[in-house]
């Protein structure tokens, strides 16, 4: 009997403690709802931790590895491998180029004579020639003019030109004759023993002269 009578008081003292824990817990948030407010009632409490200070950490040095030093007898060989002598630039003679003189086209020397008979007799003779450059160049003409068995020739006139007598000949010459003109002279003769007083032939330098 006194178990069970134990175990009804703890019953009732339990449920006193709670109905006073539930009294004290209303009244504590009617309290805080009177001071701060329904809404900052409502707010959780919010946890503020403690700020940590930062702590810089420098960073070490770089640490520089000293080169090696190349020896003497590499530093020998290299230098012989990479000073290679430079070869001397020759100077170049440039030749000027060989101009080759143009030929010249030849120039024709054509010089045509004719002698014309105007009157004889036993003892002399009268004549007329025309000379012509038919040629590419000026000319000084020479007419010579032969004769056959005669004595004694001689050359009694002679006009626009000059003449002279050579043994059995006269010769006869003239100015400066440019291409494609004529010049003309006459001369007359006498003589004195046997032979017909007449011209056999002519000729004239640089080309050719005929008798008529």
């Not at 170049?92 to 003189?101: I, W």
């Amino acid at each position: 009997m006194a178990a069970k009578h134990s175990v009804s008081m703890f019953g009732t003292a339990r449920f006193v403690l709670s109905f006073a824990v539930a009294i004290l817990v209303l009244l504590v948030v009617w309290v805080a709802v009177r001071a701060v407010g329904p809404a900052e009632a409502a707010k959780q409490p919010g946890v503020v931790l403690p700020s940590i200070p930062r702590v810089t950490i420098a960073a070490p040095p770089p640490t520089t590895s000293a080169a090696p030093k190349p020896s003497p007898s590499r530093s020998r060989t290299a230098a012989a491998r990479t000073s290679k002598p430079i070869p001397e630039a020759q100077p170049t003679t440039e030749r000027p180029p060989t101009t080759r003189p143009t030929p010249s086209p030849t120039e024709k020397t054509s010089v045509e004579a004719t002698l014309s008979v105007g009157a004889t007799w036993d003892e002399g003779y009268v004549a007329a020639v025309r000379v012509t450059n038919e040629g590419d160049r000026a000319v000084e003409w020479k007419v010579t003019v032969s004769h056959e068995d005669l004595e004694d020739l001689e050359l009694r006139g002679v006009w626009n030109a000059k003449g002279n007598v050579a043994g059995s000949s006269l010769v006869f010459t003239g100015g400066r004759l440019e291409p494609g003109r004529t010049a003309s002279f006459g001369y007359q003769t006498s003589k004195d023993g046997r032979g017909k007083a007449r011209p056999s032939g002519c000729n004239a330098l640089g080309g050719s002269c005929r008798v008529r």
